[in-house]
């Protein structure tokens, strides 16, 4: 259940390995996940013997789930190059113990970004830069905060040292990417970190120590997506959060057809913040029609599947 390659360096990091293992247990356990379990199972035991290959769910032209839930399938070596194959075809590496897995959701919780919600609220500290935004000037902190426990929430993570090690990896070759909110004392107020997969910026965490900095950042962050010519900026799964400000379910289907769309204009390595791009206006007349159009063009079927979640 303990990484040997990336093995907990004192005493205090050995005691949250084995929390991670205890409390992840639990989480596989619960009724919502317990169905997945057979699957998993079975998929681990087939590459322990030999009988199928890391990675397997990468050799294919379009990924089948061997559950419901999205298991695709067991992680191999997360090089750069295996984890932006599997993005490119719709899925993600998780998992909370052992290897990490493969997951495709039958639906995926994304916005166009020029359509991010900004309250009053926003709007205001973003224009009174109450937080200084900043892009990948401290990528593994920004990790490393998104994985610290968070009050009142349960002390467990899938941003384990192996997953901080192979996005390390993937920012140093101008893929993966953090946005960063700083206090007036030049603390790390809030921010997140994510990826860039075609015309899609997949986030895949964010965290606060300040209130609202997570989403100034956000805003932020939107308004360059929008202005690079991004299709949809993916949360991956339904949160109240994430629906409170616009992101809706879309299906697989549709998301594969954005990773598939025609690459965006963003800087290939890092991403810096242009002053003159204000995220406390509305940018959606300069939003060209293709952007505009993406979410709206989906079925009625699919607006009431995002509405009733």
């Not at 991010?116 to 709007?123: M, Q």
């Not at 991956?236 to 594969?256: C, E, M, N, Q, W």
């Not at 390595?269 to 204000?278: A, S």
Request: glycine share 8%.
């Amino acid at each position: 259940m303990f990484s040997l390659k990336y093995p907990p360096r004192t005493f205090a990091g050995l005691r949250a390995d084995a929390r991670r293992v205890v409390l992840g247990t639990a989480y596989a356990l619960r009724p919502k996940r317990v169905a997945v379990l057979p699957a998993v199972l079975s998929g681990w035991l087939m590459t322990k013997l030999g009988l199928e290959r890391y990675d397997a769910c990468l050799k294919t032209g379009a990924p089948v789930p061997r559950h419901p839930l999205g298991f695709a399938g067991i992680c191999g070596d997360m090089t750069p190059d295996v984890l932006m194959r599997g993005f490119a075809k719709g899925l993600y590496p998780f998992s909370h113990v052992g290897r990490k897995k493969w997951w495709m959701n039958p639906e995926r919780m994304a916005i166009a970004p020029h359509a991010i919600v900004r309250d009053k609220d926003a709007k205001r500290m973003v224009r009174n830069k109450r937080f200084k935004v900043t892009f990948d000037t401290c990528f593994e902190d920004v990790m490393r905060a998104c994985a610290a426990p968070r009050d009142g929430k349960t002390p467990l993570t899938w941003i384990t040292e192996d997953i901080i090690a192979a996005y390390t990896e993937l920012h140093r070759a101008g893929h993966a990417h953090s946005f960063e909110a700083w206090a007036d004392d030049g603390t790390l107020a809030g921010g997140g970190f994510g990826i860039a997969s075609g015309p899609v910026f997949v986030i895949e965490s964010q965290f606060t120590a300040k209130r609202n900095a997570s989403k100034v950042a956000m805003v932020t962050l939107m308004r360059h997506l929008s202005a690079w010519g991004f299709l949809l900026a993916d949360g991956k799964a339904f949160t109240p959060y994430l629906k409170s400000v616009g992101f809706r379910l879309i299906p697989h289907a549709d998301y594969v057809a954005a990773l598939n769309a025609r690459a965006p204009t963003a800087p290939v390595d890092r991403w810096e913040v242009d002053e003159t791009l204000d995220a406390s206006e509305d940018w959606e007349a300069g939003v060209p029609a293709e952007q505009r159009a993406w979410l709206e063009d989906l079925g009625d079927k699919d607006r009431q599947v995002a509405v009733a979640n």
